[in-house]
T-cell receptor, first 113, second 112 residues
Framework: DGGITQSPKYLFRKEGQNVTLSCEQN?????MYWYRQDPGQGLRLIYY???????QKGDIAEGYSVSREKKESFPLTVTSAQKNPTAFYLC????????????FGEGSWLTVV | AQSVTQLGSHVSVSEGALVLLRCNYS??????LFWYVQYPNQGLQLLLK??????LVKGINGFEAEFKKSETSFHLTKPSAHMSDAAEYFC??????????FGKGTRLHILP
C-alpha cells in the first residue's frame, strides 16, 4: 500500500527524555516535511528536507532534530530541550516543484507525562 | 514574508446551506494556493489548489475556490452543506520555494 507511514500513532514521554517519531514514505518524493499542530494555531513548520543528507530549519526548530539518511525516511527527534512538546505531529512529502501537492501522513500524538 | 489569514476559527452553517470559508494571503509574488481538509485525528487531505490558469478552481466533494488577485483572497465555497463536511479546513500558500505556510484553520460545524 503506497503512502506515508508515521509511527507510533500515540506516544507518551516523561519529562527529560528524548523521543523519535518515525516517518517513512514509498511515494519516491524528494521533499519531506515535519509540522507541529496545536489547537487554534494551525500547522507550524519544524524542519524540511529537499534531498538526502540535507535539511533546513523551519519556523519552530528549537528543541527538535532530524536526519535524512535515506530518501524514504525522515525521523524527527523531540529532545528534552523542547519545553512544551505535547502536540500532534504531521509528516508530509512533495514531489518536484513548489506548486505540487503536499501529501500528509496520519500524524502522531505526543504527550508528556 | 508570506502569510495566510483565515477569518473565523469556527463557522456554523445549516445542512443544505451555502458554505463560505474565507482565506486571505500576503505574498510579494503570485502564489500557489491550497485548501486542505482534516478530519479528527487524521492527516490533511487536499481539496483543491490554484497554480496558474483559470481562477475558479473545482475540487473534491463539491468544493470550489476562486483566486482573486486584486483582493488577495482564495475563499472556499460549497453550494449545499452536508453533515459529512464537518471538519477543519486549512488554507495554505507557497510562493515557489519549498516552504508551504498554513493558516490557523477554520472548524466547520454543520447544524441539522
Amino acid at each position: 500500500d503506497g503512502g506515508i507511514t508515521q509511527s507510533p500513532k500515540y506516544l507518551f514521554r516523561k519529562e527529560g527524555q528524548n523521543v523519535t517519531l518515525s516517518c517513512e514514505q514509498n511515494l519516491n518524493h524528494d521533499a519531506m516535511y515535519w509540522y507541529r499542530q496545536d489547537p487554534g494555531q494551525g500547522l507550524r513548520l519544524i524542519y524540511y528536507s529537499q534531498i538526502v543528507n540535507d535539511f533546513q530549519k523551519g519556523d519552530i526548530a528549537e528543541g527538535y532534530s532530524v536526519s535524512r539518511e535515506k530518501k524514504e525516511s525522515f525521523p524527527l527527534t523531540v529532545t528534552s530541550a523542547q519545553k512544551n512538546p505535547t502536540a500532534f505531529y504531521l509528516c508530509a512529502t512533495r514531489q518536484g516543484t513548489a506548486g505540487n501537492t503536499i501529501y500528509f501522513g496520519e500524524g502522531s500524538w505526543l504527550t508528556v507525562v | 514574508a508570506q502569510s495566510v489569514t483565515q477569518l473565523g476559527s469556527h463557522v456554523s452553517v445549516s445542512e443544505g446551506a451555502l458554505v463560505l470559508l474565507r482565506c486571505n494571503y500576503s505574498s510579494s509574488v503570485p502564489p500557489y494556493l491550497f485548501w486542505y481538509v482534516q478530519y479528527p485525528n487524521q492527516g490533511l487531505q487536499l481539496l483543491l489548489k490554484y497554480t496558474t490558469g483559470a481562477t475558479l478552481v473545482k475540487g473534491i466533494n463539491g468544493f470550489e475556490a476562486e483566486f482573486k488577485k486584486s483582493e488577495t483572497s482564495f475563499h472556499l465555497t460549497k453550494p449545499s452543506a452536508h453533515m459529512s463536511d464537518a471538519a477543519e479546513y486549512f488554507c495554505a500558500v507557497s510562493k515557489g520555494d519549498d516552504k508551504i505556510i498554513f493558516g490557523k484553520g477554520t472548524r466547520l460545524h454543520i447544524l441539522p
